[in-house]
């Protein structure tokens, strides 16, 4: 790693509103930090990187994804959500291997890095044992992604994950729930390019004792909390934040992840309990949880951060994300305006910017993730957390909006530099890590699982072996 670097010339969009959008400007990086964001910057000695016509923003950060399905990537593309639970989650979750969750994790992270995506939450409800735990830690560490470890619970039944009795960090050692190690062994400093969160399953879901258990853990480590809430039309889902509530558990820094059938009264208490949104919108459309309700989490001042969710069924970038949320919202606001025989210049209000969109990519995801102090805009003092997208390729030139370039041209295959903390791992559009021996492991993982589900859905073509 280079001591100092300098991102030269580039069209530079800070998402800090103090310093706005610079074109041909400079970002220079000091060790692991951003020292300094302009024109003309004086960097003798310094490496320099020639981003001339290129856009260049802060790393992309995925706010909720369960790395470990990246082994089972596209094997359910015409699920919808009760599917989802009764295959991925009881048929393939029950087998995985501590070495299933390292290759997906691991595999999972590259693909982030590749896609420019420098921070992930990894929503690791794949705790079958111990083992699985550091396995999938250990996959993270390896990418050198910056990451939230969203600890979680086990998958050895779709009854037990739906109704079952066990805690969060269910394989209970002589200290209590697992999760304690975990944080004393890897975590033990929230400083580390590796944070911990818990996930859990919350109301709803689980009996109120274990409810209890779970968030009075995450207060005992420090922990902040990410739970799926109102993601189904069904009742079960739903209710969720009042039951919080009820239950004095309306914790701050709570990530409520799809929430796309709040009520307004769970709004508000997300909103005065200082909570916060992940939405994964090309799966939230897809898979028929509901609408990613962005307007309205506006609305009530809620910071929003995007998620890929799940490999199983839809793309894992932040590209999808951000086209995906900006189609459906916008026109599920143009519907609401047809119906309501609105015409002239008020013909759609409510619309959502590209801006706000590209925000939610970068610096509302950092703060759903509790990393906004580091990460998430080009702020001098923050980790150099940086990608570097193409300018001049055939899909985004001639830039005329570079926001516009980047939520409604770019894509994966113009993420030219990524790097983490001052670490180039993509330059020159390669990822800097080998990855023969990863793409094995993920391929004989995938081969793995595929011998235990049963009966193959219709359309692969994979042949499975034990």
């Not at 995985?96 to 994790?105: F, L, S, T």
């Not at 735990?133 to 470890?149: H, M, N, P, T, W």
């Not at 309306?250 to 208490?269: G, I, K």
């Not at 990613?292 to 951060?305: D, F, R």
Request: charge should be negative; charged fraction near 20%.
């Amino acid at each position: 790693m280079t001591d100092r670097m300098l991102i030269k010339g580039g069209i530079v969009l800070t998402q800090d509103p103090a310093l706005g959008e610079m074109a041909g400007a400079d970002v220079l990086i000091e060790g692991d930090k951003i020292a300094a964001v302009g024109h003309n910057l004086s960097a003798d000695g310094a490496r320099t990187i020639d981003a001339a016509g290129d856009i260049v923003i802060p790393g992309f950060i995925d706010t909720h994804r369960h790395t470990w399905e990246t082994s089972i990537r596209t094997c359910a593309p015409d699920f919808a959500l009760i599917t989802y639970f009764g295959s991925i989650l009881d048929k393939f979750a029950p087998h995985y291997r501590p070495d299933d969750v390292y290759a997906g994790n691991l595999w999972g992270s590259l693909e982030c890095i590749n896609a420019g995506i420098t921070t992930l939450v990894d929503w690791s409800h794949i705790i079958n044992t111990p083992d699985h735990a550091d396995a999938g830690i250990r996959g993270l560490q390896e990418s050198k992604i910056r990451s939230v470890y969203a600890y979680g619970f086990g998958n050895t039944s779709l009854v037990d994950w739906w109704f079952g009795p066990d805690y969060t960090g269910s394989v209970l050692t002589s200290n209590g729930p697992d999760a304690r190690r975990i944080r004393k062994e890897y975590f033990n400093s929230d400083d580390g390019r590796i944070t911990m969160a818990l996930a859990t399953r919350g109301p709803n879901f689980c009996k109120p004792e274990v409810v209890r258990h779970d968030w009075e853990l995450a207060k005992e480590l420090g922990l902040n909390i990410t739970v799926h809430v109102a993601m189904d039309r069904f009742g079960y889902t739903k209710m969720q934040i009042t039951g919080l509530r009820d239950m004095d558990l309306l914790y701050p820094n709570t990530t409520y992840v799809h929430a796309s059938h709040f009520t307004d009264e769970e709004w508000a208490l997300a909103r005065d309990s200082g909570g916060n949104v992940s939405f994964a919108p090309q799966i939230e459309v897809q898979m028929g949880h509901g609408w990613a309700p962005a307007v309205t989490a506006m609305s009530y001042h809620l910071p929003i951060g995007l998620s890929s969710d799940v490999a199983t069924t839809a793309p894992s970038d932040q590209f999808t994300q951000m086209r995906s949320i900006f189609g459906s919202e916008r026109g599920r606001k143009h519907q609401e305006a047809w119906e309501a025989d609105l015409d002239g210049l008020e013909a759609s209000p409510g619309l959502i910017t590209a801006r706000q969109v590209l925000g939610w990519a970068t610096i509302g995801g950092a703060q759903v993730a509790g990393i906004a102090d580091r990460t998430g805009s080009l702020t001098p003092g923050k980790q150099a957390d940086i990608v570097v997208i193409d300018g001049s390729a055939v899909n985004v030139a001639p830039i005329i909006d570079p926001v516009g370039a980047v939520v409604c041209a770019a894509d994966v295959s113009n993420v030219k530099t990524v790097m983490v903390a001052g670490e180039i791992l993509k330059e020159e559009f390669r990822l800097k890590a080998s990855l023969d021996a990863p793409r094995r492991a993920v391929e004989g993982s995938r081969d793995y699982l595929l011998s235990k589900f049963g009966d193959p859905e219709p359309g692969w073509i994979v042949k499975a072996t034990a």
